[in-house]
């Protein structure tokens, strides 16, 4: 996921008395793309969990029992526990659709990293 931000300057040119010579509003655009294996890491991190085994945290993580029919809602040994939805681009592209962290005493804000997850739409157990 990417998230960009905007930035704007305004920029004066001055001539040797210090008379304006012309002022130029500057945009820019600055976009900075992560991961969801690094927002997963950080999101955990912040809660001080970290990845079930069950996930693949160093590549894909839209594999394995996070795409397979292994039910994670009431699954101890799955905790925390993500599910993806691999419908994307004729089934070639998978995004999180779940993240599970249920009785593992979280408590605190809601990370930012969150809205790095963008197709995220079920967030529970918290």
């Given at each position: ?89 004729a089934g070639t ?22 809205q790095n997850l ?9």
């Amino acid at each position: 996921a990417c998230i960009c931000i905007r930035a704007s300057a305004l920029v004066s040119c001055l001539a040797e008395n210090k008379e304006k010579v012309f002022e130029l509003h500057l945009l820019k655009l600055n976009c900075v793309c992560v991961s969801p294996v690094a927002a997963l890491n950080t999101i955990l991190g912040r809660w001080g969990l970290r990845a079930s085994p069950a996930w693949n945290i160093s590549g894909e993580p839209c594999s394995g029992v996070a795409i397979d029919e292994t039910g994670v809602d009431n699954n101890p040994n799955i905790n925390p526990a993500i599910k993806c939805d691999c419908s994307f681009n004729a089934g070639t592209v998978c995004h999180i659709i779940r993240l599970r962290v249920f009785s593992l005493n979280v408590v605190g804000q809601i990370p930012e990293e969150l809205q790095n997850l963008s197709y995220l739409n079920n967030l529970y157990g918290l």
